[in-house]
Structure formats: C-alpha cells, structure tokens
C-alpha cells in the first residue's frame, strides 16, 4: 500500500502551475544573495514554524491579508505552499544566544531551528530566515579602532569565509556587511558595502571614509551552510 510522504503533493491547474513556477523562480532568485539560512519573507508577519520527525520545516507567516507556508525538507530545494503532514516535534529553545532571532526551537536529536529577522537589504529592512544547526550559533567579533573596523566570523570553531552552496546549488561569497547609524542624510541605518571575509580565520577590515563618519556600526554576516547546517546569522553592533 502506498504510503504518503511528509511533504504535501497536490494537484494543480495548468496555469496555477505555471504561476508557482515563475513564483518558485523567483524565489530561488532571491535566495541567491544568501548563504546558509534560507530567505522565507521581507513582508511577512506572525512567523511561526513546526518541524517534524523526519527533520522537514514547514515556516508559515502572514502577507498582504493571506497566510503562507515554506516547506524546507531535510535535503534538497524548498518548496513554496508546502506543508509538513506528520506532527510537529520541536519544542521553544531559548533565543538569547541568536542574533535577530524572532523564535527558536529544537528537536529531539539535539538540532536547533531558528527563523531570524536579518538586517541584509541595502535600505536597512529585514529579512525573515530559518537556520537549522547543531552547537553553538555563528559568532561575529568586531571592533572599532579609530576610522577602521574589524573583526572575524566563525561557525563549528572555522572561520567564515569561501563561499556556501544554495539549496539550488548556487555559490554564494560570504561577506561582512556593513551599515552606519544615521551617517549622511540617511534616516536610520544604510547599507555602506560589504567586505569579503578572509580565510583560514573569517577576518574581515574595512576603513571608513569621513563621510560614513557615525556613532555606531552594525556587522551582519550570513551563516555558512555546511552539511546539514544552515548555520545561523550573526550581527554585532560597534559604537564610538
């Protein structure tokens, strides 16, 4: 007898499919300025997130009115709409130790699950994303010393650097990105650039022209993906 899987498989109309195509498309589009974690959403509210037994994630928040779900499966790309079938075993982790974290939970074979609000847009917004790992979460040094700031990222006791697959297999350059508080005419924080990170330690360095002079800096780097892990962000915050 046939036994259904945990990821959901529905049956659509030619062109609901071609839709959840160009949609996926575009997704995957998006998912490209990743590492790590995966981008679910830069709209969505109420996030909430179930895991089940066999390690698939089903992430659901709500946009423009409607609810959504992303189905991220033990392996292999997401799928935009899908759901887990069978129960949710993750239970509240505490989230003090993760940067951003909106909520965090874990699983019965020790793995944590994080859906994180990222500061990764050049008009300082968030983005929602979901890592999944095991041990303690990426961490990001940095400091300011005169016009200059520093620092080194690491995940699993290795330093961040290279680049990091995609669920669809793209590479992706890990880099330290940097924002100013309120420098120039800008209202909150702003994009500055993005310093690539350096091996074997993730170190990174970037010197400041006067007219990103500011009263603080925020470092974001986006986890590595390595494995199974979709390591989460880290983001640390320098003031003068």
């Known amino acids: 007898m046939h036994r259904p899987s945990s990821i959901e498989a529905v049956r659509v109309p030619t062109r609901s499919l071609i839709l959840q195509v160009a949609l996926l498309a575009a997704a995957l589009a998006f998912a490209t300025t990743a590492?790590?974690?995966i981008d679910v959403t830069?709209?969505?509210?109420?996030?909430?997130?179930k895991v089940d037994a066999r390690g698939a994630a089903e992430v659901s928040w709500?946009?423009?009115g409607v609810?959504?779900?992303?189905?991220v499966p033990p392996s292999g790309r997401y799928v935009p709409g899908g759901r887990i079938l069978s129960a949710d075993v993750s239970v509240p982790a505490p989230k003090t130790r993760v940067a951003q974290?909106?909520?965090?939970?874990?699983?019965?074979d020790g793995r944590l699950w994080a859906l994180q609000r990222t500061p990764m847009r050049p008009d300082g917004s968030t983005a929602l994303r979901l890592a999944r790992w095991k041990g303690a979460p990426t961490q990001l040094a940095a400091s300011l010393s005169g016009e200059r700031i520093s620092g080194a990222a690491e995940f699993a006791g290795r330093g961040v650097f290279g680049?990091?697959?995609?669920?669809?297999?793209?590479?992706?350059?890990?880099?330290?990105?940097?924002d100013c508080w309120r420098c120039g005419a800008a209202a909150g924080w702003k994009r500055l650039l993005g310093v690539r990170l350096r091996g074997?330690?993730?170190?990174?360095?970037?010197?400041?022209r006067p007219a990103w002079r500011a009263s603080r800096y925020r470092v974001t780097v986006l986890g590595p993906n390595r494995g199974a892990d979709y390591a989460p962000d880290a983001v640390s915050v320098v003031t003068r």
């Not at 609810?67 to 189905?71: A, E, P, Y």
């Not at 680049?163 to 940097?178: I, K, N, Q």
């Open 35 to 37: 590492a790590g974690s």
């Open 42 to 49: 830069v709209r969505g509210s109420k996030p909430a997130l």
């Open 200 to 208: 074997p330690g993730g170190t990174f360095a970037l010197a400041l």
């Open 101 to 108: 974290a909106v909520l965090v939970r874990q699983t019965p």
């Open 163 to 178: 680049t990091s697959p995609t669920t669809a297999g793209t590479a992706v350059t890990h880099f330290a990105w940097v």
């Open 62 to 64: 709500t946009e423009g």
């Open 67 to 71: 609810r959504k779900t992303l189905l």
